[in-house]
Antibody, heavy 127, light 112 residues
């Protein structure tokens, strides 16, 4: 069964660092476009970061320079290193996979939505 | 960044009745003249979001056919033909055309 399981959340003081993990089953984190999406308490969804199979990384402006997305191919795990955390970044952090399919006629990958989501891990930034 | 605007923000529906949610983007979501990069997600209470619709109108695997997505350009709609109790939750549209991905504010659907 295709599955993503996040871990690493917890209580951290403002200015502190935390590394989140997303372990994948029946899905290769290196062969897929992977995302981190967060949700503050009682709020909507916010895309945080993404990484392409080729290794290109992308970030929301609000986290650029402080967060780093990466992956470990051997462990088939996605990571989000979060530094200089702020109180307003208290949220549930989800990892999610983009479903992308190669279209031979167009010689391009087409996007088919974020079709696999983890259960989320909670990060609380407070003193 | 592409701004996504949903309406209404909340909806109370009698079981068996239809429901409709609108999503508007600040620019066209047409990708390579092939498809509209617009997804719909449902987040049921206490759960992770789940993909309902991609390309604006294609149902994801396992999604009941009472869910129908439509639209083009910058205006999209999610319709539920007959709302059931299990459909309660918050519905989000999201554009996948550009980074950063952006979501609508969410529409909370409740049962009367």
């Amino acid at each position: 069964e295709v599955q993503l399981v996040e871990s690493g959340g917890g209580l951290i003081q403002p200015g502190g660092s935390l590394r989140l993990s997303c372990a994948a089953s029946d899905l290769s984190v290196s062969d897929n476009y992977m995302n981190w999406v967060r949700q503050a308490p009682g709020m909507g969804l916010e895309w945080v970061s993404g990484i392409y199979p080729g290794g290109s990384t992308y970030y929301a402006d609000s986290v650029k320079g402080r967060f780093t997305i990466s992956r470990d191919i051997a462990k088939n795990t996605l990571y989000l290193q979060m530094n200089s955390l702020r109180a307003e970044e208290t949220a549930v952090y989800y990892c999610a996979r983009d479903r992308r399919v190669y279209d031979r006629s167009a010689q391009a990958y087409y996007y088919y939505g974020m079709d696999v989501w983890g259960q989320g891990t909670t990060v609380t930034v407070a003193s | 960044d592409i701004v996504m605007t949903q309406s209404p923000l909340s909806l109370s529906v009698t079981p068996g009745e239809p429901a409709s949610i609108s999503c508007r983007s600040s620019q066209s979501l047409l990708h390579s003249n092939v498809y509209y990069s617009l997804d719909w997600y449902l987040q049921k209470p206490g759960q992770s979001p789940q993909l309902l619709i991609y390309w604006g109108s294609n149902r994801a695997s396992g999604v009941p056919d009472r869910f129908r997505g439509s639209g083009s350009g910058t205006d999209f709609t999610l319709k539920i033909s007959r709302v059931e109790a299990e459909d309660v939750g918050v519905y989000y549209c999201m554009q996948g055309l550009q980074t950063p991905r952006t979501f609508g504010q969410g529409t909370k659907v409740e049962i009367k």
